[in-house]
């Protein structure tokens, strides 16, 4: 059963560009189907759950009055063939979210080309953003990382993670790959490209620095913090679409971002500066996974600072451009009101003439006479 309906009665040559565009979504539920029916047969089983189930699990015995056992994971290489399949997953999630929700919306409203662009992103990113924040922040309570946050950098490398950590990671990083085949798919812009461009290689280097150097609690309360932020921009972004005034949203979420950038580096540079500098675990092993080394912790911080910096800098951007809208919806505004009242006043003088200098006034008759 096809993802997306087919709105254009001429059916494009097979494997075309436009074939492709049209028909992604059910191309890509059919690769995806051959992973899962690979693990009905015992020849295919193996290679299919190298794509499906989460890799690397390590049992460890807990002492105590009962011994349990508890799954851990760490990360290696086959990491890559999962994170391809959960891409897969994306896109096909994208797809149903875009024909079932946003496109039925956008028949209603009616939006421009400008608009149905910035909206469809904004639609797209807002569920994104609010199942990743809710996700991830279920992660941090029941890590207990919140409340002692000492544990961010305490017990130095993290190397074995729960199975929901990790899968939230894997989940991160098929997410933001699939964006790349996704800016074909849509037919995005060549001027929107470079932009969109930048900011999934910052999420992506950011997200698998953190998973590869065992940084992965740093990296998830810093995107828990970060997706929470951006989530409340993208929904006031949709709010303002569907009523352009409605743009207080966008105050909350200005003081938000500004002290979610601060936050973002106080952490940082507590974790990695302090704490990091400080263990006792000090030295380069890559078989232990170990990178406490300062050029690695300059390096990581160097990363978080400039991108900090960037945003930073892009906010103030759209800020400014923000104010220079204002400041010209309202000088055009006081434009508008003494032009009118003169016109009024025009009228007025007019009406007033006819009336004192017509052809029914005493003068007008007098100078008919002479």
Known sequence: MGLRKKTNNKNPPVLSHEFVIQNHADIVSCVAMVFLLGLMFEVTSKFAVLFITVQYNVTITTNGPEETAVNHFHHGIKDLATTFFYMLVAIIMHAIIQEYVLDKINRK???SKTKHSKFNESGQLSAFYLFSFGWGASILLSEKLLSNPVTLWEGYPHTLMSFQ???YFICQLGYWLHALPELYFQK???????????YIFLYLVHIAGAYILNLN???LVLLVLHYFVEFLFHVSRLLY???EKRQTGFTIWAVLFVLGRLLTLSLSVLTVGFGLATSENQGFDLAAGNFNVIFVRITVLAAICLTQAFMMWKFINFQLRRWREHAQTQTLKKKQVPSKSKSKKDKANGVNGVNSHGADSPRARKEKSS
């Open 109 to 111: 409203k009616h939006f």
């Open 165 to 167: 950590m990790k899968f």
């Open 188 to 198: 995005t812009k060549k001027e929107d490209i470079p932009r969109q461009l930048v």
């Open 217 to 219: 609690r740093l990296g």
């Open 241 to 243: 679409f569907s009523n």
